[in-house]
């Protein structure tokens, strides 16, 4: 019993606190609400998805390029990088294509013929953000 009382006069004073309130204190003109209403739905990106590249079974014998983008860690790590798969793999060779840009467009609109020539060259890329 000690318990049921206070549950029951909480329930009270609500009820009691609700109805005190009038129902015009509430109400408001509607013209002072401006709603904006958005769409659920991204702008459709035009161009198709497409896969990943198929993998590769092996490293061995192929030609693996390292893209380093412009940050100070990216070129040590593509070293360590490479030196690791000179020693697991002796006969795959190495290229890296070093990225002084720090914007990914900007490399894609003043490098673009250059990476393309040389990403198409390589069976496999590893790609290094220095962060």
Same mark, same amino acid.
């Given at each position: 019993m000690r318990r049921f009382i206070p549950v029951l006069s909480m329930a009270v004073l609500t009820v009691m606190g609700t109805l005190s309130w009038s129902e015009a204190s509430f109400a408001r003109d509607a013209s002072e609400y401006e709603y904006e209403v958005l769409s659920p739905w991204a702008e459709v990106d035009p161009i198709p998805v497409r896969g990943i590249s198929p993998r590769v079974k092996t490293l061995e014998g192929k030609k693996i390029g390292l893209f380093a983008n412009f940050k100070r860690a990216a070129r040590p790590i593509q070293a360590v990088v490479e030196r690791r798969l000179k020693e697991r793999? $002796?006969?795959?060779? &190495?290229?890296?294509?070093?990225? %002084?840009? $720090?914007?990914? &467009?900007? %490399?894609? %609109?003043?490098?673009?013929?250059?990476? %393309? @020539?040389? @990403?198409?060259?390589m069976d496999a890329v590893i790609a290094a953000v220095g962060d």
């Open positions: 793999f $002796p006969d795959c060779e &190495t290229s890296l294509f070093d990225s %002084t840009l $720090p914007n990914v &467009t900007e %490399t894609e %609109t003043e490098n673009k013929d250059r990476f %393309t @020539a040389w @990403a198409k060259d």
